[in-house]
């Protein structure tokens, strides 16, 4: 598992944010597949997807 990877620091931070934010229930797509191609985060039932990148 890759902790210190800045993208995955910067997924966890976002997910938080637009949650709070929004009102809606992010998750970490990589959760149930690894490197879930090109989206992290997502709300399937707002149908709503987010790729958080560093710089």
């Not at 931070?13 to 997502?42: P, T, V, Y």
């Amino acid at each position: 598992m890759r902790l210190n990877d800045t993208n995955k620091l910067c997924e966890d931070f976002f997910c938080w944010l637009l949650n709070l934010m929004w009102g809606i229930n992010l998750f970490k797509l990589d959760f149930f597949e690894s490197d879930f191609a090109c989206i992290d985060l997502g709300d399937p039932k707002q149908r709503f997807a987010v790729q958080a990148k560093n710089g």
